[in-house]
């Protein structure tokens, strides 16, 4: 009986739609809530989050695989490199003028 109830406290707990939930969402790699309006800003924010998310984990494949690279390869994993560190500080560079923060990302991001 009281596993029911807290299944229904959760179920019934407000969902937070504000930009800065869908921004923390989408760099610990969880999908939007579904039950959040789907306002611009909100969209916005986790699209650049999971963007965040998703090039700092290539950059990490890519780190791994450089260290094995034959050096004919490595100059397309150097430059691949090169283009996510450009494009994770225009996505830092939007966010803090935003206001969302630059810490780590939730531990779920890992």
């Known amino acids: 009986m009281s596993s029911l109830l807290f299944a229904l406290l959760i ?15 989408g760099r610990a790699g ?19 989050g ?14 791994l695989q450089a260290a094995q690279a034959t050096p004919a390869a ?5 430059r691949r ?4 560190d450009t494009d ?5 560079g939007l966010a803090t003028i935003k206001g969302w923060p630059l810490d780590p990302a939730p531990e779920s991001a890992r």
């Open 30 to 48: 969880e999908a939007a809530a579904p039950g959040c309006d789907p306002t611009a800003g909100y969209r916005e924010a986790h699209r650049l």
């Open 50 to 63: 999971r963007a965040m998310h998703e090039l700092h984990r290539e950059r990490y494949a890519l780190d």
């Open 81 to 84: 490199q090169r283009q996510i």
């Open 74 to 78: 490595l100059g397309a994993l150097r």
């Open 88 to 92: 994770l500080e225009a996505i830092r």
């Open 11 to 25: 179920a019934a707990a407000p969902l937070d739609c504000a930009p800065l939930a869908a921004w923390n969402a």
